[in-house]
């Protein structure tokens, strides 16, 4: 059974430019969050989504982000106009319905140059 | 509202050496579950456990073991007879039944194993 995956594991975008971060859940599981490590801190929580909802938003930059997670496919983590700011590890996660055990990805590390 | 705190930042020990991590954390929640995943260089999040509000009990696996006191609002981790390879940036983290899910991360400590 494929663990979450996440790609790309890294990502460099100037200024200005969008960045497109994919996960795919682990199979059976229907329930995804991404988290953002900014260096040298703890994970945030950004979003919670179920496929074709988004949950729970309250982590979410008011502005130049946005989450999906259709019916078929991975979700995406779109980040519009990247500051170099925006530079961190960003993770997703999923689980299983109605299960509290969150299994992370290994991370999409985003560079703003 | 919920927090984590870990107020160790950095902890440098010795091959061999017993280490204890320490984790606080607040919620106004009487169901809740605890957290520990271990990040190692590489950067991936690894989960070490899970514990909920109602169980209070200790556990054991091979060298790790966990200590929850309800009491003191603490979940403590200790690593018995540390090695190299757990050299690793370690976060507890806190979810409860309205939460959704969302985990509330410590800031992490980081462990430094030498030989």
């Known amino acids: 059974n494929a663990g979450v995956m996440q790609n790309p594991r890294h990502l460099v975008r100037r200024r200005g430019q969008e960045a497109r971060l994919r996960c795919s859940p682990m199979?059976?599981?229907?329930?995804v969050y991404w988290y953002r490590q900014l260096p040298e801190e703890g994970l945030k929580f950004m979003v919670y989504?179920?496929?074709?909802?988004?949950?729970?938003e309250s982590g979410m930059p008011k502005e130049r982000f946005s989450a999906e997670f259709p019916k078929e496919g991975p979700s995406i983590l779109r980040i519009q106009q990247v500051v170099r700011g925006d530079s961190a590890a960003y993770f997703c996660?999923?689980?299983?319905?109605?299960?509290?055990?969150?299994?992370f990805g290994p991370g999409t590390r985003l560079t703003v140059t | 509202a919920q927090k984590v705190t870990q107020a160790q930042t950095e902890i440098s020990v010795v091959e061999k050496e017993d280490v204890t991590l320490d984790c606080v954390y607040e919620?106004?929640?009487?169901?809740?579950?605890l957290f520990w995943y271990k990040q190692p260089p590489s950067g991936e999040l690894v989960f070490l456990i899970r514990?909920?509000?109602?169980?209070?009990q200790n556990e054991i696996s091979g060298r790790y073991s966990w200590n929850f006191q309800k009491s003191t609002s603490s979940f403590n981790f200790t690593i018995t007879a540390s090695q190299v390879v757990d050299s690793a940036v370690y976060f507890c983290?806190?979810?409860?039944?309205?939460?959704?899910?969302?985990?509330?991360f410590g800031g992490g400590t980081r462990l430094m194993v030498k030989p």
């Open positions: 919620t106004r929640d009487t169901t809740y579950y």
């Open positions: 199979k059976g599981h229907s329930h």
């Open positions: 983290a806190l979810t409860h039944n309205n939460a959704g899910n969302m985990l509330t």
């Open positions: 996660a999923s689980s299983p319905s109605y299960s509290y055990e969150q299994y």
């Open positions: 989504l179920q496929k074709e909802n988004i949950i729970d």
């Open positions: 514990r909920n509000s109602f169980d209070e």
